[in-house]
C-alpha cells in the first residue's frame, strides 16, 4: 500500500498545475460532476487565490487509509516521516447501529495530540541538519586550502584527502604518532599526537621521552609548545595554538591563517625529528 502511495505522491510532484487539473476535470466527468470547475476545487483544496506553477508539487502530504495497518507498515511510516515525508495513517472502522451504518474515522500516525509536538521537533532537526552541514561544509572548505599548501610545498599532508572532521592528520612515520591540524569556531592548533592503541602507559612513556627534550624543542620550534598529557584519556599531545582563528572566522582571514598552520607545522616537525628518531618504543 504505502509504496503504491509513494509512487502516487512522485507522480504529482511531477506535474504542472495545468496537467493536474485537466487529470481532476476527467475525474469528476466520471462521477456525473460536470456543474464542478475543477481549477476552482484545486485552488480551494490549497488554499490559493490563482495558479502558481513554480510551487505546485514541490510538497507533498500522503495519506494511507484503511480498516488496520500492519507492524510493517507502520515501521516504514514512522520511517518516512522521520525523513520530513508528511505521510499518514488514517484507520476507518464501519460499524451498524439499529440499520444505521457508520464509520470511526482515527488518525493514529502521527496521534492528533503527539502532531504539534512532532511539527515542532521536525523543525529542530531541520534546523540542526542545516547548521551541521554549514558547518562540515565550512570545516571541508578551510581544510582543502590546508591540503592545497601542503600539496604546493610537498609536506607530509599532501596526499591526504580531508574530511568535514574538526583534524586533518597526517603520519609521522611511527605507529601511533601523527601530526595533526586541529580546527574549532574561534581557534586552530597544530600538534603531534601520540597514541598507539596499547595502553595509557605505553603513550605517557613517549611523551615524557619527548617533553625532557621540551628547552631544546621549544628553540628549534621558536615558541612554546603545549605539553599535554590529558590525564583523563589514553592519548597525549604535544601543540600549538592559535587563539585568533577557526572555521567560523571571516573567509578573507582564512589563507593567512592557513599559511600560519601550515608554517607552524613545518616547524613543529623540524623540532621534533631528532627526538623522534631517538626514541626507545
Known amino acids: ?41 484545486i485552488l480551494e483544496f490549497l488554499g490559493w487565490d490563482e495558479p502558481d506553477e513554480e510551487n505546485f508539487g514541490a510538497d507533498v502530504r500522503i495519506l494511507l487509509v484503511a480498516e488496520g495497518f500492519g507492524r510493517e507498515l507502520t515501521t516504514a511510516v514512522l520511517w518516512l516521516r522521520e525523513r520530513d515525508i508528511d505521510i499518514r495513517c488514517v484507520r476507518l472502522h464501519p460499524y451498524s447501529d439499529n440499520g444505521n451504518r457508520f464509520v470511526d474515522v482515527q488518525q493514529i500516525i502521527p496521534l492528533p495530540e503527539a502532531n504539534d509536538y512532532q511539527v515542532q521537533l521536525k523543525a529542530k532537526g531541520q534546523a540542526s541538519r542545516s547548521v551541521r552541514l554549514a558547518r562540515d561544509t565550512s570545516r571541508l572548505k578551510f581544510w582543502a586550502g590546508i591540503a592545497a599548501l601542503a600539496k604546493e610545498r610537498g609536506t607530509r599532508h599532501a596526499n591526504r584527502k580531508p574530511g568535514p572532521r574538526t583534524w586533518f592528520n597526517g603520519s609521522s612515520g611511527i605507529r601511533g604518532l601523527s601530526y595533526v591540524y586541529g580546527i574549532t569556531q574561534h581557534q586552530s592548533t597544530v600538534e603531534l599526537y601520540i597514541d598507539r592503541r596499547g595502553s595509557a602507559e605505553e603513550n605517557r612513556d613517549i611523551f615524557e621521552q619527548i617533553a625532557a627534550h621540551k628547552h631544546e624543542i621549544n628553540a628549534l620550534f621558536g615558541d612554546e609548545l603545549i605539553y599535554a598529557p590529558l590525564d583523563d584519556k589514553r592519548a597525549c599531545r604535544i601543540k600549538y595554538q592559535f587563539d585568533e582563528g577557526g572555521y567560523r572566522s571571516d573567509e578573507s582571514t582564512w589563507p593567512d591563517l592557513q599559511r600560519k598552520m601550515v608554517d607552524a607545522m613545518t616547524r613543529l616537525e623540524t623540532a621534533l625529528q631528532p627526538v623522534l628518531d631517538d626514541l626507545k618504543i
Not at 502511495?5 to 498545475?17: D, E, H, L, N
Request: hydrophobic fraction near 50%; charge should be neutral; avoid cysteine.
Open 1 to 41: 500500500m504505502e509504496l503504491q502511495a509513494i509512487r502516487y505522491a512522485a507522480m504529482v510532484s511531477a506535474m504542472t498545475f495545468e496537467r493536474a487539473v485537466s487529470i481532476h476535470k476527467t475525474f469528476l466527468r466520471t462521477l456525473g460532476k460536470t456543474e464542478v470547475d475543477a481549477e476552482a476545487a
